[in-house]
Antibody, heavy 118, light 109 residues
C-alpha cells in the first residue's frame, strides 16, 4: 500500500524557519517526481514545489521562490521542504504528493499544519 | 494559465446529478485532472487526461472536455460520500508546474 506521511508542522513566528518531512512507503521513491501542495485557511489547493526523481531539477511557485527549498533522500525514502523567512500567508496545511505522473498527482499524504503567527 | 471553476457551490440532494465546470484561460489539450477533497482527508484523484478515471473510481464519475478550454466533471446520482470540494488541475508543459482551479463545493441541499 502506498503511504505518504508528513511531519514537522507547527507554530512558528514570522521570519522563522521550519522543515517538513514526508516519509514514503509502498513504492520506490526514486522512480517518481514528488510535489508539495498546500491549502491555506479557507482557500483552495496551491502547488508549492516539485522535484525530479534524482533531485536534479526543482521548481517552485513564485511566492516561495528563494525562501523554500525542496529536497529528497531516496535512500531514506523521504521528501523534505525547508521553509525559511516564513510569512503569515504561508499558514496552511502542507501535503506531500506523488507526481506529477503524466499531468496529475496520484497519491497524497494527510497533510501537516504550519501556522505562522506572532 | 488560469483555471476558473463554476459554480463555487452546488447544492444538491443525494441521487441528483452534479455538473461541475472548469474553464482554462487558454487551450490545455486534454491535460486536465479532477480531485475530490474532504475536510481532514487527503485529496483523491478522480480523473486524469480529461476523461480517464483513476484506479478504483466509481463509474458515476465522468470527465469530458471540448476545445481544450472547457471541461466538465459529472457525478451521476450523488451518493452521500460524494459531498466534498472538487478541484480541477493542469500541468504546464515545461517546467512541470501545477495549477489548480479555485474549487467547487458540492453540498447537501
Amino acid at each position: 500500500e502506498v503511504q505518504l506521511v508528513e511531519s514537522g508542522g507547527g507554530l512558528v513566528q514570522p521570519g522563522g524557519s521550519l522543515r517538513l518531512s514526508c516519509a514514503a512507503s509502498g513504492f520506490t521513491l526514486s522512480n517518481y517526481w514528488m510535489s508539495w501542495v498546500r491549502q491555506g485557511p479557507g482557500k483552495g489547493l496551491e502547488w508549492v514545489a516539485n522535484i525530479k526523481q534524482d533531485g536534479g531539477e526543482k521548481y517552485y511557485v513564485d511566492s516561495v521562490e528563494g525562501r523554500f527549498t525542496i529536497s529528497r533522500d531516496n535512500a531514506k525514502n523521504s521528501l523534505y521542504l525547508q521553509m525559511s523567512s516564513l510569512r503569515v500567508e504561508d499558514t496552511a496545511v502542507y501535503y506531500c504528493a506523488r507526481g506529477p505522473i503524466g499531468n496529475s498527482v496520484d497519491q497524497w499524504g494527510q497533510g501537516t499544519l504550519v501556522t505562522v503567527s506572532s | 494559465i488560469v483555471l476558473t471553476q463554476s459554480p463555487a457551490t452546488l447544492s444538491l440532494s443525494p441521487g441528483e446529478r452534479a455538473t461541475l465546470s472548469c474553464r482554462a484561460s487558454q487551450s490545455v489539450g486534454i491535460h486536465l485532472a479532477w480531485y475530490q477533497h474532504k475536510r481532514g482527508q487527503a485529496p483523491r484523484v478522480l480523473i486524469y487526461d480529461g476523461s480517464t478515471r483513476a484506479t478504483g473510481i466509481p463509474a458515476r464519475f465522468s470527465g469530458s472536455g471540448s476545445g481544450g478550454t472547457d471541461f466538465t466533471l459529472t457525478i451521476n446520482s450523488l451518493e452521500p460520500e460524494d459531498f466534498a470540494v472538487y478541484y480541477c488541475q493542469l500541468r504546464d508543459s515545461w517546467p512541470p508546474r501545477l495549477t489548480f482551479g479555485g474549487g467547487t463545493k458540492v453540498e447537501i441541499k
